[in-house]
Each structure stands twice: as C-alpha cells, then as structure tokens.
C-alpha cells in the first residue's frame, strides 16, 4: 500500500509556543503511522516578538526564504498548513496554497485561534479579495471547537470545516501517586504563557502586588518568553513582588515539575484566544484554572472547569485568587473533573483523529 505524503508547513519550536508544538506533535505523531509519510518546512522565526502577525522587513526577508522550499509540494500528496491569522500571517502562505492548488494537492488549513474572521471582517476591500483567494482553495479547513467554524464560513462549504479538540503531551500526564501527593494548603500561583502585554502579564503582576498587599499566605511562579522591548518593565513589576520568582521559558521536565508545584494557574489574556494548551497542561496537572472568557473554552468547559474573570481586571484577578484561598481544599470535585476530561486528549487520540480528517473523503 502507497504511503500517503503529507507535507506540514508552519512554524515549529524554537521558540516554543502553542502552534509550534502542535506542529511538532503532529510530524512525531505521523513519522508513528505506517501508512502516512511526513515532511516538514519550518516557517518559524527564530527568535521571540511580542508583534506576532505584524509586518516588518525582516520578516518578508525570512518568508521569500521560505517559499524557494515550496518545490517539496510536487512529491508530497497533502499540504498541511497551520495559516497564520492577520493579513500578512495568511499571505506568508500563499505560495504554498497557490502552487498546491494548480497541482491539484488536498490543501488542509488547522487554525489555532479564533481571529481570523475578524481580519477579515475589518479588511479592505482589497484585502478581503486576497485572503478570499487564498482560503477559497482550502479542500479542508480544522478548527479547535465548533464556535470556531465561523472563521472558515466566508471560503468554504461547512461540511469542508473539521473540530479537532486541543491536546496535552503524554509527559505531563501524573501518576496516581503524584496527584495524591499535590498540595493545597496554600496559594501555588502559577503563570505559563509568553509573558505579553495582551496576555494580560500587567494585570497579573498587578493583582499579585495587591494579594501580597492584603497579607494572604502564598507563592507564585511565572515562565515564558519575554519581549526585549517589555523585558525591562515586566522584570521591574516582577521585582515589586516578593513571593513571585520568574523561571524565564521552561521546557519538558522543567515545565512538569513548575505545573506539578502549583495548585492555581492564571490565564489572564485578552488576545482573542483559540484553546489555550497551557490551560489544558495545568489541568491535567492538578490545578484550579482561573482564565479569561474564549469561545472555545466556553464550548467544552463551564464553572464546574474552571474560574472565569473580566478581562483587563487585577482586581478580578485578586478577588478569584482570595476566593479560592478562602475554600482551597473544596475544589477535589473540579479537579477530579478535568483530570477525566484531560486523558481522552492526549497525543495519540490527538493524532489518530487529524489522520481521519486527513484520510476523509
């Protein structure tokens, strides 16, 4: 039997975010299938910025780059790419797309977020017809949650548009033993996302500079990339904090052992989000989730997941953090919740489900 040629285009670590694990995973998980035969073009820049999706010249210098490996379409049978969701982060891709088209290549498009439709929404005319091309000849779009689908619904049939659920890396995945053993006797505060300003990194510090303020036992942790234009800033509101310590950006055992210490993760972000695999790692973890209100959270978790606050708010921030210290050892029923939800999406099932979207006819 022929091997299928899938060949994934998009960005994989480093640096480490999100889109480029998924990537990453998704390679490691068809090299495991004998019948699928994987390559991949790396489209990540290698050193971390706040501007994701901006225009610069340095950028365009990088993505002409980029497209002289577009030649690798002609031996591969699918192109698989994760698209980008400004204006500039789909054109980076249109090369790709174009080329695979005239072949007459299965074009699938994953996106990983949920602001697409809204660049395009606010385009101009101008734009609107070029992203129009370029999506249009989508043969199969992939998005996190069924909210989601508006994105693809101005370029192709619905019936075209796949969900496939987020996932969570085996590795973190604790034993019996280790959940047994997992402390709530006092606040383990814990940040883990690129330390951005619309990450709502500000707010944060703010509200953990107030919960020091109000004299509640507590420690907290936070790890991520940081812009060097914020580095200054967002290490002088860290220093305001005694009990937060900054790890810098943590990997695999690294990252484990920061989740497996704490018992509260904070994801304040007011970026349009998709579905946050940091949220999905803290809970297979143990911890009580405090995060902003996204669509795709909203379709698959409620209150009984997890906690939900404003946007841009410290003050709602510290009120959650005060309320989960106030019954810190009352939550055994959402955590026992999540750890159920959280083994039906680990890599395999995460895999084994894109290789059926990928394999429907």
Same mark, same amino acid.
Request: hydrophobic letters at 40%; glycine letters at 4%; a positive charge.
């Given at each position: 039997?022929?091997?299928?040629?899938?060949?994934?285009?998009?960005?994989?670590? #480093?640096?480490?975010?999100?889109?480029?694990?998924?990537?990453?995973?998704?390679?490691?998980?068809?090299?495991?299938?004998?019948?699928?035969?994987?390559?991949?073009?790396?489209?990540?820049?290698?050193?971390?910025?706040?501007?994701?999706?901006?225009?610069?010249?340095?950028?365009?210098?990088?993505?002409?780059?980029?497209?002289?490996?577009?030649?690798?379409?002609?031996?591969?049978?699918?192109?698989?790419?994760?698209?980008?969701?400004?204006?500039?982060?789909?054109?980076?891709?249109?090369?790709?797309?174009?080329?695979?088209?005239?072949?007459?290549?299965?074009?699938?498009?994953?996106?990983?977020?949920?602001?697409?439709?809204?660049?395009?929404?606010?385009?101009?005319?101008?734009?609107?017809?070029?992203?129009?091309?370029?999506?249009?000849?989508?043969?199969?779009?992939?998005?996190?949650?069924?909210?989601?689908?508006?994105?693809?619904?101005?370029?192709?049939?619905? !019936?075209?548009?796949?969900? $496939?659920?987020?996932?969570?890396?085996?590795?973190? =995945?604790?034993?019996?033993?280790?959940?047994?053993?997992?402390?709530?006797?006092?606040? !383990?505060?814990?940040?883990?996302?690129?330390?951005?300003? #619309?990450?709502?990194?500000?707010?944060?510090?703010?509200?953990?500079?107030?919960? #020091?303020?109000?004299?509640?036992?507590?420690?907290? !942790?936070?790890?991520?990339?940081?812009?060097?234009?914020?580095?200054?800033?967002?290490?002088?509101?860290?220093? !305001?904090?005694?009990?937060?310590?900054?790890?810098?950006?943590?990997?695999?055992?690294?990252?484990?052992?920061?989740?497996?210490?704490?018992?509260?993760?904070?994801?304040?972000?007011?970026?349009?989000?998709?579905?946050? $695999?940091?949220?999905?790692?803290?809970?297979?973890?143990?911890?009580?989730?405090?995060?902003?209100?996204?669509?795709?959270?909203?379709?698959?978790?409620?209150?009984?997941?997890? =906690?939900?606050?404003?946007?841009?708010?410290?003050?709602?921030?510290?009120?959650?953090?005060?309320?989960?210290?106030?019954?810190?050892?009352?939550?055994?029923?959402?955590?026992?919740?999540?750890?159920?939800?959280?083994?039906?999406?680990?890599?395999?099932?995460?895999?084994?489900?894109?290789?059926?979207?990928?394999?429907?006819?």
């Amino acid at each position: 039997m022929k091997r299928l040629k899938v060949l994934i285009v998009g960005p994989f670590p #480093e640096p480490t975010t999100g889109l480029s694990l998924s990537n990453k995973v998704v390679f490691d998980g068809l090299c495991k299938n004998p019948n699928i035969q994987p390559s991949k073009i790396d489209t990540s820049l290698k050193n971390f910025e706040e501007s994701v999706g901006s225009f610069t010249f340095k950028k365009v210098f990088f993505f002409l780059k980029q497209n002289l490996k577009a030649y690798q379409i002609f031996n591969n049978d699918v192109v698989y790419i994760t698209i980008g969701q400004s204006f500039y982060g789909v054109l980076k891709y249109a090369i790709f797309v174009f080329l695979a088209w005239i072949l007459g290549k299965e074009i699938i498009v994953h996106l990983h977020g949920n602001t697409l439709i809204n660049t395009y929404n606010n385009s101009s005319k101008l734009k609107k017809v070029i992203l129009k091309s370029i999506l249009s000849k989508t043969t199969k779009a992939i998005v996190l949650s069924d909210s989601l689908k508006a994105n693809f619904i101005p370029f192709i049939k619905e !019936k075209e548009i796949f969900v $496939l659920n987020n996932f969570v890396e085996d590795y973190l =995945y604790l034993s019996k033993k280790e959940r047994g053993s997992k402390e709530y006797n006092a606040l !383990k505060i814990v940040y883990l996302s690129n330390l951005m300003t #619309e990450k709502g990194i500000f707010y944060f510090l703010d509200a953990l500079n107030k919960l #020091e303020d109000s004299h509640v036992n507590f420690q907290a !942790k936070c790890a991520g990339h940081i812009d060097e234009s914020l580095k200054e800033s967002i290490i002088r509101n860290i220093n !305001k904090t005694k009990h937060l310590t900054y790890l810098g950006s943590v990997k695999k055992q690294d990252k484990r052992e920061l989740l497996k210490w704490g018992n509260v993760f904070v994801f304040p972000s007011y970026l349009i989000e998709g579905l946050p $695999l940091s949220i999905l790692e803290a809970m297979v973890t143990g911890n009580i989730i405090i995060s902003t209100e996204h669509d795709a959270l909203l379709d698959y978790f409620d209150a009984s997941n997890m =906690y939900f606050i404003d946007k841009q708010s410290a003050n709602d921030i510290l009120k959650t953090l005060i309320e989960i210290n106030d019954s810190l050892n009352d939550h055994r029923k959402m955590i026992i919740t999540n750890y159920e939800y959280t083994e039906q999406i680990n890599e395999e099932a995460f895999v084994n489900k894109l290789v059926k979207i990928i394999q429907n006819n």
